[in-house]
């Protein structure tokens, strides 16, 4: 059973910064491109960064600059920094594990979620 874990959300006030980790278990984080969405209240989930086993990395409209993702294959760890936070920011950040291989088959697993609030 793959397992998510995220960590690293709280109360910040604006114009400081994150990181939040996920943390995989059950399997080898370095098969699937990892990522980070995000879910306001009231809205859409969104894309904020993924990254790929090679550290290709890409990111969701608006995000590139102040998010920055990261993967530790060795620790089976995927990190978001987050940089200069806004109010707008505030929202629940979930870490997603996607593999998709002729093999293996197709496998989307998604973290419970951290809470990330931005308020001064």
């Known amino acids: 059973q793959v397992q998510l874990v995220e960590s690293g959300g709280g109360l910040v006030q604006p114009g400081g910064s994150l990181r939040l980790s996920c943390a995989v278990s059950g399997s080898i984080v370095s098969m699937y491109i990892m990522g980070w969405y995000r879910q306001a209240p009231g809205k859409r989930r969104e894309l904020v960064a993924t990254?790929?086993?090679?550290?290709?990395?890409n990111y969701g409209d608006s995000m590139r600059g102040r998010f920055t993702i990261s993967r530790d294959n060795a620790e089976n760890t995927v990190y978001l920094q987050i940089y200069s936070l806004k109010p707008d920011d505030t929202a629940i950040y979930y870490c997603?594990?996607?593999?998709?291989?002729?093999?293996?088959?197709?496998?989307?697993?998604w973290g419970q979620g951290t809470q990330v609030t931005v308020s001064s």
């Open positions: 990254i790929t086993s090679g550290g290709i990395t």
């Open positions: 997603n594990a996607y593999l998709q291989n002729p093999i293996l088959g197709r496998h989307d697993y």
